[in-house]
């Protein structure tokens, strides 16, 4: 296997769309101070907390148990100590319909357009919701909501849409050109699925920083500049945005709101599992490359690590400044990714990874899900049924928590939403 030299992680997410973008592990590769390990004979012997044991010793036998006590013990460990506690909105969600049932893709679809305000300041930080509905559903649709790192525009090839704003170097410019690749949207609606998509920089824009700008911004009280260190960092606030624009979708009596599915790439696919820890709502999870932070194992130091993504210089404000404190001492985490799947259960969750992502490593994400299973098989689903990691393009790993790996890298391939179709239509 030739070995050529892989580019940052920033490179890797702005352009997580990219297949091409994906290269094979460089072994000197330094990245905050930190030597990447992509030797699996180089990673440390470790053990994993049980989901199923409560903070004071005793086992969790029962589903009752699980979700009235042992849940909200792990929620809050995630909550405290990694992604920061976000706060209850401070007015309900307010809307503006900009665009409804309008024809699309040749009358296949219908198209809409949704301004959601996050505060009564209509001119401070809002999202724009673009979705659509299959045109002939003769009942209420499920939905696979995408949060996206392009504007609306570049994220669906549809030339009725204005291109929208989107942060380049700490400003908003309006973004007429991308290299992402498009969603297959109509082969959603031919399968009777909408799809919907808002830019993840609506929320609050993804630098260091981008605090002022943002969500987070409206509950600093006078004089604050930053937050508490169980508090709510970029993760969270994406992930609050998402909520507020379920609160909006709740109020579309054609979208069935039992069947809201949650989809993100990369720091979005940690979003995606995050949002579906603590919001309930959301029905089904696929949290696409979401790496280190995400699905993958931190005691399992290949790749990225908590040092090098919570590093000052890099993505610190991503997540509760206490998650820094770890970086160290990875092993005093009372808890792992495993966990953080198992709080997704017992509703569906699609794990999608690439053989090639060897900075996110699929196989630490594997190792996760294996390591969830009890807490799914507690509350009468199926975990992956599968010991060995698989090869690239295994299908047989779809059950209610579910793994897929394609041939590549850093990305969501077109293909992907083929599998990602057959996983909602399997569950839904």
Same mark, same amino acid.
């Given at each position: ?310 590093? &000052? $210089?890099?993505?610190? /404000?991503?997540?509760? !400044? ?6 160290? =001492?990875? @092993? %005093? ?19 999608? &990874? $690439?053989?090639?992502? /060897?900075?996110?490593? !699929? ?6 899900? =294996?390591? @969830? %299973? ?55």
């Amino acid at each position: 296997m030739k070995i050529t030299i892989a580019f940052c992680l920033f490179y890797l997410l702005c352009v997580a769309y990219d297949a091409q973008s994906q290269q094979k592990p460089n072994f000197s590769q330094i990245i905050a101070g930190v030597h990447v390990n992509y030797h699996e004979d180089s990673v440390n012997s470790y053990t994993l907390p049980d989901p199923l044991l409560f903070s004071k010793g005793q086992k969790v036998t029962t589903a009752q148990q699980w979700m009235s006590q042992r849940r909200p013990e792990v929620l809050s460990l995630f909550e405290n100590l990694q992604f920061g506690k976000s706060p209850e909105p401070l007015h309900p969600v307010s809307y503006k319909i900009t665009e409804a049932n309008a024809d699309a893709f040749g009358g296949k679809a219908i198209r809409k357009q949704v301004t959601i305000y996050f505060s009564k300041d209509t001119s401070g930080p809002k999202a724009f919701l673009l979705y659509y509905l299959p045109a002939k559903a003769s009942r209420p649709s499920p939905l696979l909501l995408g949060i996206s790192f392009v504007t609306n525009a570049m994220a669906v090839d549809d030339s009725s849409l204005q291109p929208g704003m989107a942060w380049e170097k700490g400003h908003r410019i309006l973004q007429t050109n991308s290299n992402a690749k498009k969603v297959p949207v109509e082969k959603l609606i031919a399968a009777g699925i909408g799809y919907a998509t808002v830019y993840y920089g609506d929320m609050e824009p993804d630098f260091k920083g981008g605090l002022v700008h943002g969500v987070r911004n409206q509950f600093l009280q006078a004089g604050q500049q930053n937050f508490a260190a169980n508090e709510w960092g970029a993760i969270s606030a994406w992930s609050w945005g998402l909520s507020r624009i379920m609160d909006y979708l709740e109020t579309d009596k054609q979208v069935d709101q039992q069947r809201i599915a949650l989809n993100g790439a990369s720091r979005l696919g940690k979003t995606a599992l995050w949002t579906g820890a603590r919001d309930t709502r959301f029905s089904l999870i696929i949290a696409s490359i979401s790496g280190e932070g995400g699905a993958a194992l931190s005691r399992r130091n290949y790749g990225e690590t908590i040092q090098m993504i919570t590093d &000052t $210089g890099r993505y610190y /404000y991503q997540f509760a !400044p206490n998650y820094h404190s770890f970086s160290k =001492r990875v @092993a %005093e985490l009372p808890m792992d990714s495993h966990m953080l799947i198992s709080l997704i259960a017992p509703r569906p969750l699609l794990l999608q &990874t $690439g053989n090639e992502d /060897y900075f996110s490593d !699929p196989k630490g994400e594997f190792l996760a899900a =294996r390591a @969830a %299973e009890p807490v799914y098989r507690l509350l009468q689903q199926e975990g992956l049924n599968k010991t060995s990691m698989p090869v690239a393009g295994d299908t047989t790993m779809l059950n209610a928590l579910g793994y897929y790996m394609h041939q590549g890298g850093h990305t969501i391939l077109p293909e992907d939403y083929e599998v990602f179709i057959r996983f909602m239509q399997k569950h839904f």
